[in-house]
């Protein structure tokens, strides 16, 4: 394999290249010996000093700002309302059975005034008409908004089986009343009733109740 180039430089090709290199070369040199020449102070003065301001103030601390907190809103509990004359003038009423709870339901309504506040109201729940089985009780809420109505899920009861309850607020107490849970998911009882009942609650009207109540 030859080794000659395949575009041979000129005489004059070859000079000029080696002229550049040595001016380039040169030039280098130049610049070397200016910068690390000192420069020249006059016996007796200070050399210059040269101060720089900074390119940016300095960021200033941060301020934090306290979180305020809102003060906490409390709902002002029940307290027990004291009642000159017997409050459960419209009586008791139970309803929407199910297998293992029923809804229990009274009125305040004494013959003076009612408070204006929510009210407790003790229930209890027992197997006999005597009270003395007493196998669910609790407090609920007459909530003066409803018209101090007292509306009181009794869970935990067995199926198809018949219970009493009252209920009771200090010096007074409504009369046992007599109530049924509803049938076991899938059983299939022997007999089964029902009754359908239209009554006026915000005014107490629940005339039908007994009547139903003695037919059983």
């Not at 022997?190 to 915000?202: D, I, K, Q, T, Y």
């Amino acid at each position: 394999m030859s080794l000659r180039p395949r575009h041979p430089l000129s005489r004059r090709q070859f000079l000029a290249g080696t002229i550049a290199a040595t001016l380039a070369a040169c030039s280098s040199d130049d610049s070397a010996s200016v910068d690390d020449s000192a420069p020249s102070t006059t016996p007796g003065t200070d050399p210059a000093t040269t101060t720089t301001a900074p390119t940016t103030s300095p960021t200033p601390p941060a301020t934090t700002t306290p979180a305020t907190t809102a003060p906490a809103t409390t709902v002002p509990p029940t307290t027990a309302a004291s009642f000159c004359s017997d409050p459960f003038t419209i009586g008791v009423a139970p309803g929407d059975p199910l297998a293992d709870r029923v809804i229990l339901w009274t009125r305040l309504l004494p013959d003076e005034p009612c408070t204006d506040d929510d009210v407790p109201v003790d229930w209890e729940v027992a197997t006999d008409p005597a009270m003395t089985d007493v196998v669910a009780s609790g407090t609920g809420t007459a909530i003066a908004a409803l018209g101090h109505s007292v509306h009181v899920d009794a869970e935990g009861l067995r199926p198809d089986t018949e219970y009493w309850y009252r209920f009771r607020v200090p010096g007074f107490e409504t009369e046992p009343a007599r109530t049924r849970t509803f049938a076991a998911p899938g059983s299939t009882p022997e007999r089964f009733r029902f009754a359908l009942v239209v009554s006026e609650l915000g005014a107490g009207l629940l005339h039908g109740l007994p009547r139903h109540g003695r037919r059983g």
